[in-house]
């Protein structure tokens, strides 16, 4: 019988912010947790789920390492045959952007059990928590989803292509690339694409610009809006404001 005393690291999801995303799975491993190795953008609301656990803050923003990632590798290793059950908490899902299947790989070589649990990624559900769907019958008929800053911390070539399809775009850790971004699209004679920038999305400190490929850049400077955001770029963006006028338009009658 498995007991949370034998080494295993169980990868979670957190989901993109809103604590009640968390999956019914990912709470039940967090439960059964001896150590929580949890990352910058994770709700510290859902370490409450691991009360008995030891809480290990490993995060990474942009300039600041707690940990490198290789000593985050295997303290991972580590922890499991010290004590057992190791959760890695990390926002959103893990296999999206996230470097989860390289923390999996290393521990699995490493002869640690590994289980992935599956999150709720920010690509799809802070635009949805803004009404703003990234697929939408006659608007767009599929989507990209691009990392903003590659390993060598420049903006992905696939943004290139993907300003010439009529698709949806999403890019995550975008923001310091805002202007090469909008400079590709207007290359493509697309100004007038609608844009949003959604900070710190399904989180009470949610901040919103909405603009076209034109006017997004004086939009973030009005607003002030920053890391951690994503950029929504397509005809779907649309849909927020029609929602709106058809709320307004129900609650006249």
């Known amino acids: 019988m ?3 005393n034998q080494p295993k690291l169980t990868l979670i999801g957190a989901g993109p912010g809103d604590p009640d995303l968390l999956t019914i799975k990912g709470m039940k491993a967090l439960q059964n947790a001896n150590i929580v190795l949890y990352d910058a953008l994770v ?16 995060g990474k923003r942009k300039g600041c390492y707690a940990f490198q990632q290789e000593q985050i590798n295997e303290l991972i290793v580590s922890s499991a045959r010290a004590h057992g059950h190791v959760v890695r908490l ?3 899902d893990p296999f999206v952007f996230g470097r989860g ?16 649990v599956p999150g709720i990624s920010s690509a799809l559900a802070v635009p949805a928590y803004q009404n703003i769907p990234i697929t939408k019958r006659g608007s767009s008929e599929s989507f990209w989803v691009i990392t903003g800053t590659t390993k060598n911390h420049k903006l992905s070539n696939d943004v290139v292509l993907a300003s010439k399809s009529s698709a949806t775009v999403v890019i995550l850790m975008g923001m310091s690339k805002l202007g090469e971004i909008t400079a590709l699209f207007k290359n493509e004679n697309k100004h ?3 844009v949003a920038i959604i900070q710190s999305g399904t989180t009470p400190e949610e901040k919103v ?3 076209t490929i034109e ?16 950029i929504l770029i397509g ?17 006249i009658f």
């Open 43 to 58: 709700n510290p609301q859902l370490l409450e789920h691991a009360p008995n656990a030891s809480h290990i803050f490993v």
């Open 192 to 194: 007038d694409v609608p």
């Open 2 to 4: 498995q007991t949370n």
């Open 235 to 251: 005809e779907v963006v649309k849909h927020r404001e029609k929602i709106a006028e058809i709320t307004k338009e129900v609650a």
């Open 101 to 116: 299947a390289e923390e999996m790989e290393y521990a699995i070589s490493h002869g640690v059990e590994s289980e992935f």
């Open 90 to 92: 990390k926002g959103g």
């Open 209 to 211: 610009g909405i603009g």
């Open 215 to 230: 006017t997004i850049e004086q939009v973030v400077a009005d607003k002030q809006l920053s890391n951690p955001a994503i």
